[in-house]
């Protein structure tokens, strides 16, 4: 039976996070998914890893002796595979817009007030090579339940995004 460990790390140098992949690898686990990233001067990393229980021990040792390492944020913790549910539906919501503190909190509560899921979510300021403006990308993967009326949220959805001055769409998530 498959374990599994959730890892994120952060560090300024970019060998770190390969040297994560490697220990991962040499205990003979499985990266499930991952992302990387540069945030700021530092490089971050997010692992959702299997392996049977020996792997796993082995790879929770030689995480232990990477958090002693001073160049190095890393957190690691067991969890469970997602269990399927054919109960939801995914769906792809964007905004974008002039960068706001408050964005992102205001999106992601109309979807949790509302008991809708997110599953993923990314977002890159940028400035707009056009007028100078500081701008912000949104993508949000959420989950609706199936018995949602999906145009009645999409509109709400629209009509309050629009209160915010916000361009933004919601479409069915496409693979």
């Given at each position: 039976?498959s ?66 390492e ?5 957190f ?17 919501v ?23 899921s ?45 209160e ?12």
């Amino acid at each position: 039976m498959s374990q599994h460990i959730a890892i994120s790390a952060q560090s300024q140098d970019e060998m770190a996070i390969h040297t994560i992949t490697k220990h991962i690898a040499e205990s003979e686990c499985f990266i499930l998914d991952a992302k990387l990233c540069k945030l700021g001067n530092d490089y971050g990393g997010l692992f959702f890893v299997a392996g049977n229980w020996r792997a796993m021990s082995v790879l929770e040792s030689r995480l232990k002796t990477l958090t002693n390492e001073k160049s190095m944020a890393l957190f690691y913790k067991r969890t469970s595979e997602e269990m399927q549910d054919s109960s939801h539906l995914p769906y792809e919501v964007e905004v974008c817009a002039l960068n706001h503190p408050k964005l992102l909190l205001n999106i992601s509560q109309f979807f949790t007030t509302q008991k809708i899921s997110i599953r993923d979510v990314n977002c890159s300021a940028y400035i707009s090579h056009k007028t100078g403006a500081e701008m912000l990308s949104l993508e949000m993967l959420v989950d609706i339940p199936a018995d949602t009326f999906i145009p009645d949220l999409r509109e709400r959805y629209i009509e309050y995004c629009d209160e915010l001055n916000l361009d933004a769409t919601f479409d069915l998530q496409k693979l």
